[in-house]
């Protein structure tokens, strides 16, 4: 009866360390994907608005009426576009925004929605629309 009950303590003390060793490396793993995530969807929100302004630059120099349809993967965690002036702002839910500069006045919106969106850039007389694609 004796080395029953050892061989039961020592299972129970096995996967009790088993245990203290998986939990804290879950923790710590779940954090770093939670941080490598963060950095794609900043990372996808830059090239975007930089490619929405390198496009608004080209459709302006081309002059009126050139347009130019962008196909993009929004990402996700995006609470706002705002597009004044020159600058092509993207507030992330994770606090940061980033902005994208561009060398002619700007003018439209975007909704925040994540996912495919095709977006329409407009030269105008002295400035450049950025809106939807509705087709």
Do not use: C
């Not at 060793?21 to 975007?48: C, D, F, S």
């Not at 050139?66 to 993009?72: E, G, N, P, S, Y």
């Not at 925040?112 to 400035?127: D, F």
């Amino acid at each position: 009866m004796k080395k029953r009950g050892q061989v039961s303590i020592e299972f129970v003390i096995t996967v009790g360390f088993a245990l203290l060793m998986i939990i804290p490396l879950t923790i710590v793993l779940y954090e770093h994907i939670t941080k490598t995530n963060e950095g794609i969807y900043n990372n996808q929100a830059g090239l975007i608005a930089r490619k929405i302004a390198d496009s608004a630059n080209s459709v302006y120099y081309i002059g009126h009426p050139t347009t130019k349809t962008l196909d993009v993967y929004m990402p996700e965690h995006i609470d706002l576009i705002n597009i004044t002036g020159r600058e092509i702002i993207f507030k992330l839910s994770t606090g940061q925004e980033i902005v994208s500069m561009s060398n002619v006045n700007l003018t439209g919106s975007l909704l925040p929605a994540s996912g495919r969106r095709r977006i329409k850039i407009s030269a105008l007389e002295n400035m450049v629309n950025i809106s939807e694609d509705a087709s």
